[in-house]
């Protein structure tokens, strides 16, 4: 009897490592079966430096669509995924209403059961639908998810310790409710970044930011020497080959970076930030960022119902113009152009 309780004991505790070298690395795996209920599926991504011997457990990214999950929808997630040893699932059957709702909840537990996920470090994402459901699993599952990247809608922020980088279409129908979703959760806690364009998932490097940024708060407190180690190398070699063409990215990440007081590129990151806030194109970024939030405090963070009975009020295509011809030679300019239009 004893025998067979270690050997079924073993077989438990083995169960995650042998069902995880199934599976290729650093790929999009189309479909993954819940093994508790088949009906149930997910794509999955896994970082190419997963190891399922690795002392830590693995941070993961839990995806939904509005109208189920798929590759190309989990794409853009990849590249933050993988410089920052994320894995990534997104349930193919979360589609708004209670049996998305299932879905979900037989991804998660499938995740955690098949592979080496650090289950007190998990974040949600979505896109419009899938991003209310982000928030509604951020507060069922307080003690495992961390952070969330709403896309395109807000919900109700719960816990004091909820990270949030929102990102949303400047000409988006759900702009007003993410801003004053966005106003209550406090601004260490939370980031709401806006990009060129309507009710639409963000891009590749944005959710590479948003996925880099949570990560970067989480490892400023808690993260080990390796893993700070690691995420220090990786985010000091995308700042320096980004650094000529793109000094936005690069103080953006240099901040960051430089904020990590335990990162041994800490100082390095700081001199970085230091001459590049000499540069006269980052002081007018800034600034333009600062006028932006003003922007969206006016005009958005109103009422979540205005999209319908006021789309677009005169001071509001007043007020964009003035901001586009003030900063019509930096990157904000088109998302500013977004703010004066009827949203969509």
Sequence with gaps: MKTILLATTLSLLLCPVLHAQKYAKGEILKEIRCEDDRKFSYVLYLPSGYNADRKEGWPVLFAMSPSGGNAGAL??????????????????????GMEGKRAIKAMVEDVFDRFH?????CYATG?????????????????????IIPCGAGGEPSGSR???????????????????????????????????????????????DAITWLNGQYLAKNGTPAEINAYSKMLLGEIKRKLENDPYFAYEHASLLAGIKKSPA?????KMVVKLLKDPRIKKYIEGLEEMDDFVDEHFNTDIMDYRDNPCTSSQKSDAKKLVATYADTPLAKTIEGFGKSSK
């Design 117 to 121: 996920a650090d289950e007190k470090r």
């Design 127 to 147: 896109f419009s639908g899938g991003a209310r459901e982000a928030f509604l699993l951020a507060s069922a599952m307080k003690r495992n998810i961390i952070g």
């Design 266 to 270: 800490a100082s390095e990151a700081n």
């Design 75 to 96: 794409k853009r997630y990849v590249l933050g995924a993988e410089k920052n040893n994320w894995i990534l699932a997104m349930s193919i059957q979360s589609k708004n």
């Design 162 to 208: 909820l990270l949030a980088y929102g990102l949303c279409g400047s000409s988006c129908f759900n702009r007003w409710d993410m801003a004053i979703t966005f106003d209550k959760i406090r601004t260490k806690n939370g980031r709401l970044r806006f990009f060129p364009g309507g009710h639409s998932w963000a891009g590749k490097e944005l959710c590479f």
